[in-house]
Structure formats: structure tokens, C-alpha cells
């Protein structure tokens, strides 16, 4: 009897784990891997809200995490108070509310998508609660008012329970509940009560046996035991404790279960279902109808706390170095501890080829054999295997390499039988395939035909061979014609013959795989990715890296239930084969490097039972779930949130990081913000994330999910940017942003006017001056001649008239002599002086002075008394060509009509220099020669030549002197 009696328990005990083995799929709980230093972070507070954000408060400040990245929480021109511990952190819709421990009655609460901050304040706050029949918010307090919160920042009063008949002041409301129908329930420390209309209905606490007992009844510990966050289901309230938790019926309130232990964990919701989570198996809660019971869970085993999200039946469970969404469970996933120990066992093993039956895997390795590999054992055949074909449910048939290459293996008795070789040649098969009675073996550039003869025993004879081929990698069979792919390019056999088929006109493209599908052939090729050809060769579609292919040199192809699976040197692509969009690796961080590996050709193969996808690379074993992947496909509206919008400029401020910039659709960049980094949030499921700015390019590009997309320098305008998952193809599904970059004054319109007006200016500047200059140019000719004329002119006059006086009286004439001589002097020296006159070298003060001193010394020189007095010329400036002439000509004009009209007399010439101009003042004594006769015709010239320079010319002539003064002005 005991031993029976021990075979029942074990047997029931084995019924529990087998049940909970097969609950796997009720509940997930994904771990959040968090960046360092918050990957030990300690929790203080915790909230998720509805976009999938996570709130955390430690003793840093407040933080949020959005899948992959933590920001600091900072509200734009907004402060909150500064170092002070905070109470409670809670999340509704677009509202995220703060209560701090110095003032308990006051909530801050911030709307961030109008960026507005509100204060509310609520006497004996107790929770919030979400009512999910209506989706309100409610505001509790502990004196039994319940207020109704409104998207406009205000409070509603809404029932008060102390107006209800049964109310009692002194029950210590510890927790609120609101099931999804909303009816209200409230809890005290070991009891349970509900609203009814005009009345409050109270359970009978401990009065009630609990499994038919007292036994069990939880002993409290008043100062240490209180009620955590209540939940329920259709049937059952359920408050838990630090220790512990109660299970309540719903309708009569009644306690039906209760447990207090250190063994306990946690207990939550899913799937309407109570999970409660234990260290070890425990006898007590085994047996209980009400709830599912998991042990043994290792990232639960320090679980300290289990927070529910604002999502239905979603909670973020905490343990002191981790942090875990544990949602409802998906029963399509399949189930990975086989898988995970394969990869284990096969992990830095190179893989050539697989093969499933319903009992094991078939492994071949390159240089470890080929492995049957089973749940609890493996056994190792002593030759690599690249190819394996069922022959019939026991026999199986291996293309190897060594020997004959075929061999057949029995997998009921391990035995296997190698083909005779009667060549005596080493043959290597990459590829098998069944073909009437028998099966196709590639061998380098020939196909090999295995079948049975007349004597029942298997044999193989050369089929067909051709040196164009190069080394056959793959075979099909399409359409009724066979198809070749090798290292000499793609080949098509007919009744004609076998046919190369030329792809986009290229005489050497190596092709690895074929793969038909529907009216169209997949080839994957070694540098141009995956081709899409109709069956004359016309190349559709070209699938390359820049499409969300991992690398360019595809060596298998599988397609399976509409998914697309693709082994290439830089690691393996799944695609919906019908876009060809790229779908993310599965979350697998322990075997994460897998799945980049490089794969081999061939080692592909589809496991139909576990529904999943297995290839070989380099370094072992990768596994892809097809439930996974259809999931994918089935949630196509995964929705991309912009996680924050990051701003900065070329200096050594820190960037701007706006965490709410999901709200608008406009974003505006300032002058000087020269780089805008874009970081967007997701489901954890997508690991990447397509995205375009249609004014740029209509190529999308791919980014990882946990990846700031950079943008830099955009000239000014306004883009429109659009990013989605590669499983979201409908264009309402993308999520789009209008950015606006503003210009720079240098780079706005009355910059660019202004510009253009100062260059019309210059031109226009540059006309007038060129027009000035040409116009002083002919002035100095016009003066040139002008001067050429008077002054040379007479003098040349007189020349030629005395020249002709002596030609006519046929004899010398001293006098006319003479006056030809001093007629050719004064020629000489106006042409001395307008030579000088336009040299610029002699443009200043200087030169003008030693003109002056030269002239009077030559005119002068006889006179008994001159007096020359010249100041303010020690600081020499340069004078105008003008002025400079023309001050010199009515200088040298004065000392000529006092030679001129005047015997040797007295000269005064002063000289004086000033700042604002020089004035110049000749004077004589009047001693008239005989004879002199004025004109004025000297004097007229001389007051012409001053207005020229915009002088002042005062002649003043007495009896007993004669004054010239001339006056000029900077």
C-alpha cells in the first residue's frame, strides 16, 4: 500500500508539473534590458504608461525607459520640486501623475501633450484606480470620497460612501478596487466590502472557514501586514500582501482561500486566470481550484514587487537587479528549451546539413561527423553529411563526403550502409533530390542517379555531367524541366539540352540556391543578393543588403507559409515574401550571435512538427519560430512612437532632449540647432525601424530600433519624415513628421535681397567710379591741352613769327635773337611745369613747396628783398593732382605779373599749413615799369584756376601795395 500510495503522490505531483509545464503559455515575462548604470539600478517607484514607457523613480530622480534607452525626466520650462522623496508615480492616457512624501493631499499631475502641469489636491488620498467599464480615473480617498478626474486638469466628486447605510468611520480602508464592470469594492486588513445602491455590503473575514479549517488562517502582524494592490477576475477578488494573499468569491464575499509564507513570491492576473508564484512546490497550494501555481521560475526567484500597468491584465514585475513586462501568454510560440540545448551542444560547430524526424534531429558537422540528436542522448556517425532525403519512414539517405558519398542509414537500429564505390574516387554531395524511384546527387559538375537494381540493392551510375556547370550547388526540379544552379551560373535542362540562362546579360554570375515560387524563381547568388527571375531569365526584383538583406552572398533559400528565409555571409534575413519586407531576429540574448553568423549552403531545413525553421552556419545552430514570424505578420499595426527629440548645436552646451515631442506634428529647428537626433520606441518584439524624408530620397532606409537617427545640417525648408516597422506597409500605419527648419538670417529672404542690392550697389559703385575716373581723364587731357595751348601755344606763335621776321629781312637780328630765345625758355618751362604737374609722384606738400622755392629763386633772383615764411609743412601730406596744379599755377601766375608789371621791389610770400587747409599770401611793393600794361586776362585765369579747386582767391591792389591771398580747404 505505501508503495502504491508513494506511486499515486508521485503521480499527482507529476500531473501539477505537467500542468504547469503546459501553462507556460499562460502569461510571458519579458525581460526589459536596461542600459548601465540602471541595470542595478533600485526602484523606488514604477509606472508604464499607455505608449509602453516606463516611469521609474530612484534616488537620482525620476526616469523613463523606452525599451531600449533611459532619458532623464525633464518637463520643458516646467520645475518640480527639487529634492524631495516621491510618494507615488502613476500613469493615465496622456497624464502622469507625482505624489511627493511632504505634502501626501497634493498631485502634481502633467499632460504632455499639451505640456501643461496641474496641482491637485485630495484630503487622505488613498490610490488611483482606472475604472475600465467606463475608463475614468478615479481619485479615492481613505475617508471613503471618490473623485472623478476630467481631461481638463479637474477633479468631480463623484460617490461618497460615508452617505451609504453601513458605513463605518473606524474600518481602515487600506485598498480600492474597480472590477471591468464597474462595481467598486474596498478592502480593510482582513476583510472585503462593495458599494451597492444605498448600502454597503461587508464580508464575513475570518468567520469563514478557510479549506474547511482555521488552520490556515493568516495571522496578522497589525504594524508590519497590509493590503497591496488588489485584482480580480470574472469569479474572484484577490488582495495581496507582502507574505501572502486572499482569494474572496465576488458574490458572496466570502474568504475561499488565504496563504502566508516566506515561500510565496508574487500572484497576478492573466488570462482571467490567478497565477501565484512560489520558490519550491508547496503541499497547500498544489491541490487549490482557484489559481495556477508556477515554482522553480529563476528570474522570479528575487522578485520584490509586481506593479500593474495601466494596460489590461500587463505588469512590470521588479527584483533587486532586473525588470520584467509580464504580459498574457501567446500559445503559437512554441515552446525553446529544445531548441535552446541544441544550440547549446552545437554551439562554434560548423554545420552542413539538418534533418528532422519525430524523434531527433540529424546534425552534419564539418571534421565532427554527423550527430542523431535526441532530447536526453546523441550518438555520432563517423562522416560529414551536407544532404539528407527520407527514403521511406525507417531508411533515410545521406549525401556525404568521402567514398561513394551515398549512404543509407536505418535510424531504428543506428546502422547505416555505404553505396560501393567502383570509381574508387572521393565524391562529395552538396545535394539531394528525389527523382522517380531513386535520387539526384550534385556532385562537382555532374549529377549522380542512386536507385536500387534488380536485385533490391541500391547503386549509382553517372546521369550527367557537363564542365560548365563548375561545382553544382543546387538542384530543381520546375515546370518540368530541371534546373542547375553552380559556380558556372544558372542552367536550364530540356529535351534541346541544357541551356545557360544569362542573367541581367552577365556571362559569370555564381547562383548557391533555387527556390520557385509561384510564376517566379528566387536565385540567391554569391555578391548580388537575392535575384527574382521569370522562367525565361528576366530579371523582376533585386533583394539586396540596402533592402534589409544581412549580406550579399546568399548560399540558402527557404520559403515557408508566406515567410522567406535567407542564409547569407553576414547572418541569416527573414522577409514576408509578399513585400519582401525584413522581419527581426527573435529576442534570444544568450544565442543573439547565431543568428549573424555565417550560414552554409544547404543547411536549411523546416521542422514541420515544432513548426520552425532550422539552419547552419560557421558557429552552430539557429532556430526561427514560424508562430513567431506569423505573429509578426498578424500584428501588422505595431505602433512607432517618437521616443524624444534631441537638438544641438556645434558648442559645448548639452543637447536639448525633448521627451513629449511625439505630441506635435510639427517639429521647428532654430538657427543654430545643426544636428536633430530622432529616437523612436516600439513594441520589443521589432528590432528595426524604416525611414525616409520624401523631399530627399523615396528610399527607405533601415535603423535599428535602439538607434538615434542623426540628422545634420538640413538646409532650410520643410520636410515631410516618415518611419515604420518593415511589417507596416499601409501607409496610415507610418507614423510622419513635418520638420521645419528655419534659416539663419544669412540664409533668409531680406538677407539674400539685401545681398543682392549690395552687389547692384558695388556695381553700380563700380560704374560710377568708372565713369568718374574717365571723366577725370579727359578733364587732364582737356586741362593738358587747354594748358599746352595757352602757355606753349604764344610762345610758339612768337617763335615762328620772329623766325619769319628774319627770314624776310635776309639778316641777323639780335633782338629777335633774343626774343626767340626767351620765347623758347618759356616753352620749355610750362612744359616743365604741366609735366610736373600731372606726375602723380609729386602728389604732396613737399614737392609743391620745392616747386614754389625753385620758381621764385628763378623769377626772383634779381629782386634786392624777398622774404619766403612757410609753417606747419614739418608733417608732409599728399595733395590731389587738382589741386596741386592748380595751387602751383596761380602761385607761379603771382610771381610772374610781379616780374611782369614791377621793377626790383620788396616780396612777401608767406606759407602757412593748417588742419583745415593752407592759404597762401604774395605781396609786393607797386613799382610799375614804364610802360606795363594790364589786361586782367592773368588775373581771370588766376580766379578760374581757384574755383577749379573750390579755393578762395582775394587780389587786393592799393597804391603802394598788391596783395594776392589764396585759401584752400581739405
Not at 515552446?335 to 544550440?343: F, Q
Not at 550571435?593 to 549552403?601: K, L
Not at 499595426?637 to 558648442?651: H, V
Request: include cysteine; glycine fraction near 6%; charge should be positive.
Amino acid at each position: 500500500m505505501k508503495t502504491l500510495f508513494r506511486v499515486l503522490v508521485g503521480a499527482v505531483l507529476l500531473a501539477c508539473r505537467l500542468g504547469c509545464a503546459q501553462a507556460q503559455s499562460l502569461f510571458n515575462a519579458q525581460k526589459l534590458n536596461m542600459p548601465k548604470p540602471f541595470n542595478r539600478a533600485l526602484f523606488t517607484n514604477i509606472a508604464r504608461d499607455e505608449r509602453g514607457f516606463v516611469y521609474f523613480t530612484t534616488n537620482h530622480g525620476i526616469w523613463r525607459f523606452d525599451g531600449t534607452d533611459v532619458q532623464p525626466f525633464s518637463l520643458p520650462n516646467i520645475t518640480l520640486p527639487p529634492n524631495l522623496l516621491i510618494k507615488l508615480l502613476f500613469c493615465y492616457q496622456n497624464f502622469i501623475f507625482l505624489r511627493y512624501n511632504n505634502d501626501p493631499d497634493l498631485i502634481y499631475c502633467y499632460d504632455y501633450t499639451k505640456l501643461k502641469l496641474y496641482k491637485i489636491r485630495v484630503k487622505d488620498f488613498n490610490c488611483f484606480i482606472i475604472n475600465n467599464f467606463n475608463h475614468k480615473l478615479n481619485l479615492l480617498s481613505k475617508n471613503g470620497q471618490i473623485f472623478v478626474f476630467n481631461k481638463a486638469g479637474f477633479l468631480q466628486k463623484g460617490l461618497n460612501l460615508q452617505h451609504l447605510r453601513g458605513w463605518n468611520n473606524g474600518s481602515g480602508i487600506e485598498q480600492y478596487l474597480i472590477d471591468e464592470k464597474g462595481k467598486l469594492f474596498f478592502f480593510v486588513r482582513n476583510n472585503v466590502a462593495t458599494a451597492e445602491p444605498n448600502l454597503i455590503r461587508t464580508g464575513k473575514g475570518d468567520s469563514v472557514l478557510v479549506n474547511g479549517s482555521y488552520k490556515y488562517r493568516m495571522l496578522y502582524d497589525k504594524s508590519g501586514q497590509f493590503v497591496g494592490l488588489p485584482f480580480s477576475t470574472t469569479k474572484y477578488l484577490v488582495a495581496r500582501y507582502p507574505l501572502g494573499f486572499i482569494i474572496y468569491d465576488k458574490r458572496s464575499l466570502n474568504k475561499l482561500y488565504e496563504y502566508q509564507g516566506s515561500n510565496y513570491i508574487c500572484c497576478f492576473k492573466a488570462k482571467d486566470s490567478i497565477v501565484v508564484i512560489c520558490r519550491q512546490p508547496d503541499k497547500k497550494m498544489l491541490a487549490s481550484p482557484f489559481f495556477r501555481l508556477y515554482w522553480g521560475i529563476n528570474q522570479f526567484s528575487d522578485l520584490k514587487a509586481v506593479e500593474e500597468c495601466t494596460t489590461a491584465d500587463e505588469y512590470l514585475g521588479l527584483t533587486p537587479d532586473n525588470l520584467f513586462l509580464i504580459t498574457p501568454g501567446n500559445p503559437r510560440l512554441s515552446d525553446t528549451v529544445a531548441s535552446n540545448k541544441a544550440m547549446r551542444f552545437f554551439k562554434d560547430k560548423s554545420i552542413r546539413g539538418i534533418y528532422n524526424d519525430s524523434l531527433r534531429f540529424y546534425i552534419g558537422t564539418y571534421n565532427g561527423g554527423t550527430y542523431l540528436f535526441g532530447k536526453n542522448s546523441y550518438k555520432a556517425l563517423p562522416f560529414t553529411t551536407y544532404a539528407i532525403q527520407p527514403i521511406n519512414k525507417r531508411h533515410v539517405m545521406l549525401g556525404t563526403e568521402g567514398g561513394s558519398g551515398f549512404v543509407v542509414l536505418d535510424t531504428y537500429t543506428d546502422m547505416y550502409e555505404l553505396l560501393p564505390n567502383p570509381n574508387r574516387a572521393s565524391m562529395v554531395i552538396n545535394k539531394l533530390i528525389k527523382y522517380q524511384d531513386g535520387f539526384l546527387g550534385a556532385v562537382r559538375n555532374s549529377l549522380y542517379l542512386a536507385k536500387k537494381n534488380e536485385l533490391n540493392q541500391w547503386s549509382y551510375t553517372c546521369w550527367f555531367t557537363d564542365k560548365r556547370l563548375g561545382i553544382i550547388k543546387d538542384v530543381a526540379f520546375i515546370n518540368n524541366h530541371l534546373w542547375l544552379a553552380g559556380e558556372g551560373g544558372l542552367f536550364r535542362m530540356d529535351k534541346a539540352g541544357l541551356t545557360k540562362i544569362k542573367i541581367s546579360n552577365a556571362d559569370y554570375m555564381p547562383v548557391y540556391t533555387i527556390l520557385p515560387y509561384k510564376n517566379t524563381i528566387l536565385l540567391g547568388t554569391l555578391g548580388k543578393g537575392i535575384i527574382k527571375i521569370d522562367a525565361g531569365g528576366k530579371v523582376i526584383d533585386n533583394i539586396g543588403f540596402e533592402k534589409g538583406l544581412a549580406g550579399d552572398f546568399v548560399y540558402s533559400l527557404l520559403e515557408v507559409d508566406g515567410l522567406l528565409f535567407a542564409g547569407t555571409n553576414e547572418g541569416a534575413s527573414v522577409f514576408n515574401i509578399a513585400n519582401m519586407q525584413a522581419l527581426p531576429y527573435p529576442d534570444n540574448d544568450e544565442f543573439e550571435e547565431n543568428y549573424t553568423q555565417e550560414f552554409n549552403h544547404s543547411a536549411i531545413y523546416y521542422d514541420p512538427k515544432g513548426r520552425q525553421v532550422v539552419m547552419g552556419g560557421l558557429h552552430g545552430l539557429a532556430f526561427f519560430s514560424i508562430d513567431y514570424y506569423k505573429s509578426l505578420l498578424s500584428n501588422n499595426a505595431d505602433k512607432l512612437i517618437l521616443s524624444y527629440l534631441k537638438k544641438s548645436t556645434n558648442g559645448v552646451a548639452l543637447p536639448q532632449v525633448d521627451l513629449f515631442a511625439n505630441a506635435a506634428n510639427i517639429i521647428n529647428v532654430k538657427p543654430g540647432e545643426n544636428t536633430v537626433s530622432l529616437k523612436f520606441a516600439g513594441p520589443a518584439k521589432q528590432k528595426d525601424i524604416l525611414f525616409r524624408i520624401r523631399e530627399i530620397s523615396d528610399t527607405w532606409r533601415t535603423n535599428k530600433l535602439s538607434d538615434e537617427i542623426n540628422l545634420y545640417s538640413l538646409p532650410p525648408g520643410t520636410y515631410t519624415f516618415q518611419a515604420r516597422f518593415p511589417t507596416n506597409t499601409k501607409p496610415k500605419q507610418w507614423l510622419t513628421k513635418t520638420i521645419v527648419v528655419w534659416p539663419s538670417f544669412y540664409q533668409s529672404w531680406p538677407f539674400k535681397v539685401m545681398i543682392v542690392l549690395i552687389v547692384l550697389l558695388l556695381i553700380y559703385q563700380a560704374w560710377v567710379s568708372r565713369i568718374k575716373k574717365l571723366k577725370r581723364e579727359m578733364e587732364l587731357r582737356t586741362s593738358i591741352a587747354s594748358d599746352l595751348h595757352d602757355e606753349i601755344g604764344s610762345n610758339l606763335t612768337r617763335i615762328s613769327l620772329s623766325s619769319e621776321l628774319m627770314h624776310i629781312k635776309q639778316s641777323t637780328d639780335s633782338e629777335i635773337i633774343r626774343n626767340i630765345s626767351n620765347d623758347s625758355k618759356d616753352a620749355i618751362a610750362s612744359i616743365s611745369d604741366i609735366i610736373w604737374s600731372v606726375d602723380a609722384r609729386n602728389d604732396n606738400q613737399e614737392d609743391l613747396l620745392s616747386r614754389m622755392k625753385e620758381h621764385v629763386h628763378f623769377m626772383l633772383g634779381d629782386f634786392p628783398e624777398i622774404s619766403f615764411e612757410v609753417s606747419g609743412f614739418e608733417k608732409t601730406g599728399n595733395l590731389t593732382q587738382l589741386v596741386r596744379q592748380n595751387v602751383y599755377l596761380i602761385f607761379k601766375e603771382a610771381i610772374n605779373n610781379i616780374v611782369r608789371h614791377n621793377n626790383a621791389t620788396p616780396v612777401w610770400i608767406t606759407l602757412n599749413n593748417q588742419a583745415w587747409g593752407m592759404t597762401i599770401i604774395i605781396k609786393n611793393t607797386v613799382n610799375a615799369k614804364p610802360g606795363s600794361y594790364h589786361t586782367g586776362q592773368g588775373l581771370k585765369n588766376m580766379q578760374m584756376r581757384a574755383k577749379r579747386i573750390k579755393a578762395s582767391l582775394v587780389i587786393t591792389p592799393a597804391d603802394d601795395f598788391f596783395t594776392v591771398m589764396l585759401k584752400t580747404r581739405r
